[in-house]
């Protein structure tokens, strides 16, 4: 599902031949990975038994000043999207950063990925700055939206 999202996410963004070499099964692995080492919250939305979306969150990586919580991805695949499910993600992932203890939260995202950018605003992220990123061969640029406290996300 992850896979499957950032070709359709990233189609016109990122290289084809890049994105046609993403492995499932990689992913899949890091996943376990992640999900074994308990650091990070996960959720996932299922239809008829279907992962459908996902969200994880967890302390921020990169140590930016003034956010110590993340909200490291979230994906909902096309054919479910636009229907409250990336809300109910943002809702449990931030239920999930206050368990961690936390009560802030950033997020970073591709200044040209409109959609996610309209979404984030949607919720009352502010804009806090952009920067240079690396995926695969190509360098692009992130902006990153934070809300300073939990409480600040709007439903
Ligand atoms: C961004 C994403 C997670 C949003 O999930 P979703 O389930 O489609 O969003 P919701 O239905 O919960 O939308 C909540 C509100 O956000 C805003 N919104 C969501 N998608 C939007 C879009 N494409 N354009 C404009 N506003 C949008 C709307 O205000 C929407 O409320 P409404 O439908 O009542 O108008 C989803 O579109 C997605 O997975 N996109 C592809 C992957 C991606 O870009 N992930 C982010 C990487 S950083």
Do not use: C
């Not at 997020?107 to 804009?127: K, M, P, Q, T």
């Amino acid at each position: 599902m992850h896979v499957s999202s950032w070709r359709t996410t990233y189609s016109g963004l990122l290289p084809e031949d890049f994105l046609e070499s993403l492995s499932a099964t990689h992913y899949a692995e890091r996943w376990k990975r992640v999900i074994a080492d308990g650091s990070s919250r996960v959720y996932v939305a299922e239809n008829d038994g279907e992962i459908v979306g996902f969200a994880s969150g967890g302390r921020e990586r990169a140590g930016e000043t003034g956010y110590e919580g993340e909200l490291y991805a979230i994906y909902v695949l096309d054919s479910a999207q636009r229907r409250g499910l990336g809300r109910e993600l943002v809702r449990s992932a931030v239920a999930g950063l206050r368990e961690l203890g936390l009560d802030d939260m950033i997020i970073w995202v591709l200044r040209d990925n409109s959609h996610a950018r309209a979404f984030y605003e949607r919720l009352g992220g502010v804009y806090v700055r952009t920067q240079p990123i690396t995926i695969g061969p190509v360098t692009l640029e992130e902006v990153s939206y934070g809300w300073r406290r939990l409480d600040d996300v709007r439903y």
